[in-house]
């Protein structure tokens, strides 16, 4: 039987999977991810007003995720200046996977995600930053090598400095 952290583990790697294998994403960037997802053909407009980003924000995000292959741009009919978004091959398949995790799909992942960046206090939360906190959970107390070793094989420096973060900034305890 799958625990609810477990579960969150899971989730959390399916959409670094989603993300080109980069657990230093940013948990918006999930978001977006997901919103194009749930809704095929979306302009970068139509998202920016749902998540309420800026656009020159907005416009980094989605040349992030053209470039690294999360989704494919066309241009509308009516307007040659409206381009619409899509996800694509191993994103679109990564992020099934998280989805099967929820009844609602969509809109439970989009809440999954919503939490942790609540949860996480930060400025720019990563899906790294949401393994620490969910590794914890499943495990309870245990030790910060435990943690690492669950991680994505990443720099240890990397990995060590989003952990001490998390200290600072009061999410988790220092064991």
């Not at 749902?50 to 989605?62: P, T, V």
Request: aromatic letters at 6%.
């Amino acid at each position: 039987m799958t625990t609810r952290g477990q579960k969150s583990c899971l989730v959390i790697d399916h959409l670094v999977e989603a993300l080109g294998n980069d657990p230093s994403s940013s948990l918006k960037r999930a978001l977006i991810l997901n919103y194009i997802d749930e809704n095929p053909g979306i302009t970068q407009t139509e998202i920016m007003h749902h998540i309420g980003s800026g656009k020159s924000a907005m416009n980094r995000e989605i040349e992030w995720l053209f470039n690294y292959g999360c989704i494919t741009r066309q241009n509308t009919a009516k307007d040659g200046r409206a381009i619409k978004l899509e996800t694509c091959g191993y994103s679109k398949r990564a992020l099934e996977s998280a989805l099967d995790y929820f009844p609602q799909k969509h809109k439970g992942l989009q809440s999954f995600v919503e939490r942790y960046i609540k949860v996480l206090k930060q400025d720019r939360p990563t899906l790294r930053d949401a393994r620490i906190v969910s590794t914890l959970y499943d495990k309870g107390e245990t030790s910060k090598s435990k943690v690492m070793e669950e991680l994505y094989n990443g720099p240890a420096t990397t990995d060590n400095r989003a952990y001490k973060k998390l200290i600072e900034d009061g999410v988790i305890e220092d064991d």
